[in-house]
């Protein structure tokens, strides 16, 4: 039961060999397809069967996900050895190797230990889904035609960067792939570069997580000075080496964790750095849906869950708490501010966006507390300490799971839904161009219709079953309905809070926060859902929407299995991933006991105080937020229209409260505050007011100073050079006496320099 | 490792041992005659019967082919390369070729081997690029006479590239400073020729001219100089001479003709003062040539170099060693600065890549420096031969991969040249427009060049740099690490020119980059915008070339070995 024993343990995986695959083989698609389709745009062959490249990141990401797998399965079969690290050295000579503690060696390695293991599952799979996705999506869209080798080439970078990301054994290689992943998600969401809006989408988005990322480095050096390296192996060991940690100032490297946390806050977009997410939304759907599902935001998550072995180290106890609690109390506020903005969203993807935002705070006040539980606890020792410990990290990295699954299936759902909108629009236009001689009216229709406002929707649940069920279960998921995907979790992060709280009343805050906010995701969520789904087609375009294509129904039907079918996951010991070699993934516990003993935690808790915690956050949280919710939007369905089975219940409920408890909120939605969620609580508005002010103008004057001051040294130095390498090719004369002269002039000079010696 | 096992001129063994330069030499043959099996008849003495006996007259079509040599010329020298690389798989036998008394003239181990490999290497990629270089004018037994020599000149090209691989590799194997002079002299005279050999162009034949006259006068003194040490130790062998050198070499007789034995290698490997003609032979040879005497040509001078060090080199020599540190250090200095400046005004880029060539000696002879302060300076003596090891390999290193990326680059100007020109800087403009593999690959070949990560370029300099400063630390490293405290003034001077590499490669960066500014963003030159002349056996080149430039730099360690074997072959009590 002792934790810390065994997880040193190295596996002896011949597949280790072979996991730089995973990385490799979608980074060398990047350029092969940029390549093809420059050389094949517009061949019949390259666009049709080759999807414009789709179909070769298909193989590739099908490719890593296999590996991925295999290499997962290799690791779960053993629980003793959870942590493996190979090394692919790249400086490494016996010249090199030969020398004492001065070699030097630069290679990059892959290691891999439980939160690798769930988050490379995570990052492919999702990954290969919305690759399927985006041959559905992009590939049907005629202003994507003939650059959609662009995207594909862009898609397998950010995904190789991912996964290096989640695979790599230094902090030095993670800020590598961190910053690949940068750089991909400014193209990507750049994609459509010639709208102005994604232009500067994309610019909002890189610079501002260049500003976490300067802190990042910042801390990485910070880290570099401390131990000397930024493997995780020379790390984690330094931090349990007690006459090591004798010579560490706790303080100090509580600083460098505090700054490599403000490159985590700028990657998941949690307040003060969460301006650019929103905005992201410029990028095509599978972008949204790859940057906020499967791969950037949850970069932050693992950066702060790979902090783990430092708050959980011995020799630092109670010495971190501050920072845990930092870590917390930005969950906390995200978590409800991001929600209140939801609330007045129009946009179906802003909507998801703020979503992402306020689940990606829950996860880290989840790991906050679980960081302050393992700094204060005597978790190495006390076996009772150590199951609160691995718990509350296990339930932070489930939600990680359980939202990264559904909300890469409500995005792709939101995707399928705008598609479709758009589609019908476009269809109805065309059917509108034969009877109507009037060009014009096409064209203002064109520029009044917004497909992705919910305003414009209404009633598709009939439509579209597939995509309506998909989005149902994701956002039941997110809210945390009992019994499906989030939930699971959810409650254990919130149960965290508050045992965290009871210790520390800093925590009340974050506590009250993630609880407040469980009743405010049930109403956003509830509120998307209805306004799209429920009620009768606000538009004429509505009415006439369509079923979606295959691909796009594949990764639907997939994650909506993979997301009801969370409970066994977590009887499979999903929530007791932690750094930890007892509660492995296939715990000695078989899948029944595990699900009866997830149950029972969840509803029947012992403690009496966390007993009454549940049932007030299932109550506020699945009754409160989706009651008010259902009361305010939907109603029945248009007549005669016929939905699934599973749907009815839910619109006849719909169409039940709303006719009866429906109340005007017009006083509300005009309010001062909800203007004020609507204008995103004025900060975008104020940093622009400090970009504008401040920066431009020291730009400005740093600019003068390098055109005058840098440049003309520069170019004095130019010059200077190039007029003493004229006299320097000068003596090249071009006559071979002279240059017999000069080899005359160079022996007399040896001949005299060892005449003098002799 | 296993002793020398010394066999006889055409003994048992001696075919495996010499098969490489064997297989060159087979292919001397077939290049003189296979061109010449043709339908002439032999007339008996005395009767009026003619008996066809295959050679002159009218020649058969296919052994009329101009591409003819050129193949066999690749294949040979492909093949020897070959050899070369998988005589490493299973460890290098170190086997003497001796004369009937006993004495050593040719020994095959590690290091010759990798330098072999080096000098065939080279030349293949040279003769497989060149085939399209020379004019065919037309194909077929009935063209004019003009034509027919024009054609003929195709296998004196080549039959000089190989006489050039052959002598290059005798300095590889030589134990004996007058053997080693006789292939110095071989590859030398080859070389000297085919810089002229263009000889429409004025500029190539004054190039060869002036090449060759420079380059008898350093040979001169080389050779005044063998005679010197052969008058003070009756044997020109190398073992000899370090012994003798061990007892006495403070007489004025071996240290001059040392000296002077240094000057026909420094200006082989083009070392200040005595590097002048060659950024004339570059420029005016063709480009293909200009890359073998940057690459292979160079790293015979460094044979004779390293060769010459080790004699003087032993730390139990009677004379203090300091004036040829002093000696090489100066030269080392001057050589990479002057090489660096004078290349960072040139505007034609072949000059440029030769003053590159030239400073990239210098780093060498920096390199070569070093491993005589390891050798000499008694408070620098750690492991033995540690050090050396370390920066002999970064050496051979540096010269196997500069093969990648300079002749690569030669390579890339030589399809310019075929296009018209490659004389100035703006003859690569638009290049990334026209071609873009070969501007791509221009690229890489030029921040190898500077040493840019992670290229071959960036690993060999640091692998130099690296051994520099290993030895000029020496045992302090362990002490410093343990907490001794030390400043500059402590350390050895052959530190600073560590620092100098250093601050000259930054200085180069401008250059390099100078070339790939114009290919990507410069306009071609007026009329040269279409596309460039075909040849996919250049480009072919080209791409090994680029290949081997990545692959060495993220993946050495095979080569490295290599390396490493043939470093430490040279003196085996540093096993």
Redesign the interface.
Known sequence: MVAGTGTDTIIDSELMQFAPLIILLPMLAFPVILFLGRVFNRNPFWKDTMKEGGIIALVVMASSLIISLLLIKDHLGGFASMKDSVDF????????E?????SISFGFGIYIDHITVMLLFVASFLCLLINIFSIGYMNTDPINDNRNHRFYAEFVLFCSGMLGMVLADSFLWLFIFWEIMGLCSYLLIGFYYEKPSAAYAAKKAFLTTRIGDVFLIIGLVMMWDMFGSLDYDVIFSAVEDETFMAGVSSSTLQWALGLMFIGAVGKSAQFPLHVWLPDAMEGPTPVSALIHAATMVNAGLYLVARMFPFFGSEYLQHDLVDLAFIIALVGGITAVMAAAIAFVQHDLKKVLAYSTMSQLAYIFTGLGCAMFLANTLDWQTDADAHYIVIVAFGAALFHLFNHAMAKGMLFMASGSVIHEVHHAHHHLHHHDDHHDDHGDHDEHHEEEFDAQSMDNMGGLASKMPLTATAMLVGSASIMGLPLIGGFWSKEGIIANAWRVALEDPRFFLPAICVLVGAAMTGFYMSRMWLKTFAGKPKTEVAAHVGQTNTWIKIPLFVLTFVTLSAILFAGMGFTHWAPDSEYGLLSEKNLFEGIAYEMSHAFANGDTFFFILTYVAIAIGAVLGPGLALSLYGGSLAEGEKVKPWMKPIIRLNAWVYNRYNFDNQAIANSGLSRALENRLYIDHYYDMAMLKIVAGFSDKSAEADKNIVDGVIKKI?TG??S???V??S??T?S?R???L??????LG??F???G?? | MSTVQNVEPFGDGFIAALCPELIIFAGLLALIIIPNIGKGTFRIPGTQTRVMWLFGGERFKITSNPKMPAWIATITLGAAFVQTVLSFQDGVDRTAIVTENGTQLLLVNGFSRVFEMIFFGALTLAAFASMNRLEVKGIGPRLSTDDLYNNRRQADFYILMLTCGLGMSVVALAQDLFVLFIGLELASFSTYVLVAFYKESKVGTEAG??YF??GS??SG?GLYGLSMLYLWAGSLQFDVLAAQFVING???LP??GI??V??GF??KVSA???H??A??AYAGASSPVAGILATASKAMGIIGLIRMLLIVASPEASEDGT?WL??LGIISLVTMT?GN??????TNPKRMLAYSSVAHAGYMLAAITAIGAWNWDDSLAG?PG?AA??VL??VIFHLVVLVAFKLGAFLVLSVLESDGDASRLSSLGGLAKREPFLAVAMFVFMISLAGVP?LAGF?SK??VI??IV?VAIGQM??EI?AGGDYGLADVHWVWWLALAMVINSA?SV?YYLRVVVVMFFEEPEEGRTGPLPSGWQVRFAILACLMVTLFMG?A??QL??IC?VAAKSLNYSWN
């Not at chain 1, 030969?98 to 001065?102: A, P």
């Not at chain 1, 000069?742 to 022996?747: E, L, P, S």
């Not at chain 2, 400046?341 to 040139?346: E, F, H, K, M, N």
Request: glycine share 8%; charged share 15%; no cysteine.
């Open positions: 050295l790249w400086l490494n000579s016996s010249v090199y030969s020398g004492n503690l001065t130019e050079t190039q003493i390498s004229k320097v090719r003596m090249t071009g071979a002279d240059y017999i000069m080899v005359a002039v160079g022996t040896i001949f320099l060892l005449w010696v002799a | 001219m002036k006259i420079v006068v350093a003194v403070t007489d004025p240290l001059i000296g002077f240094l000057v420094g200006f200040a003062p005595f002048f003609a950024p004339d004036v002093t000696l002057w400046i004078a290349a960072l005004g040139s492991e540690e090891v370390a390999t970064a992670p690993v640091l692998l690296m051994g290993k490293g362990a690490m200085i401008f993220v050495s360690d490295l070995e490493e």
